[in-house]
């Protein structure tokens, strides 16, 4: 994990705290809203990965207004509250951009191109993020 971090911390030209939490909401939606099976696979290929989205699901992520409608709606609207998380914790969408990028770029790297485009084609609001 410390790896990526630092990747993105280079990639998106953000503070290590922002990284890790960009990371935790991104990681997060995905799981939300990819296949379990591959998500898993993610996980597993990322050490570090899977308790990064538990922590950040147990001190309750919040994103608001549209956090909450995009938890109860899903699909392009989980996408829209991710936007919203990543943009209230800091980013802008160049950030965004690099910090989506770097980790899926990572998540190949580590879990195979296979898998992780199996997940990004399974989430269509996905190109709202990145």
């Given at each position: 994990m410390e790896e990526l971090i630092n990747r993105i911390m280079t990639a998106a030209g953000i503070d290590q705290e922002l990284a890790t939490?960009?990371?935790?909401?991104?990681?997060?939606?995905?799981?939300?809203?990819?296949?379990?099976?591959?998500?898993?696979?993610?996980?597993?290929?990322?050490?570090?990965?899977?308790?990064?989205?538990?922590?950040?699901?147990?001190?309750?992520?919040?994103?608001?207004?549209?956090?909450?409608?995009?938890?109860?709606?899903?699909?392009?609207?989980?996408?829209?509250?991710?936007?919203?998380e990543l943009t209230s914790a800091g980013l802008d969408m160049k950030g965004v951009q690099s910090v989506a990028k770097e980790l899926l770029s990572y998540a190949k790297e580590k879990a195979g191109d296979d898998v992780v485009d199996e997940v990004i084609s399974q989430i269509p609001a996905l190109s709202q993020v990145i």
């Amino acid at each position: 994990m410390e790896e990526l971090i630092n990747r993105i911390m280079t990639a998106a030209g953000i503070d290590q705290e922002l990284a890790t939490d960009a990371v935790g909401i991104i990681l997060g939606f995905l799981n939300k809203e990819g296949p379990e099976d591959k998500m898993q696979q993610i996980f597993d290929a990322i050490p570090g990965a899977a308790e990064l989205v538990a922590a950040r699901g147990e001190a309750g992520s919040g994103g608001g207004l549209l956090g909450g409608l995009g938890n109860m709606m899903g699909g392009s609207m989980g996408a829209m509250a991710t936007l919203n998380e990543l943009t209230s914790a800091g980013l802008d969408m160049k950030g965004v951009q690099s910090v989506a990028k770097e980790l899926l770029s990572y998540a190949k790297e580590k879990a195979g191109d296979d898998v992780v485009d199996e997940v990004i084609s399974q989430i269509p609001a996905l190109s709202q993020v990145i």
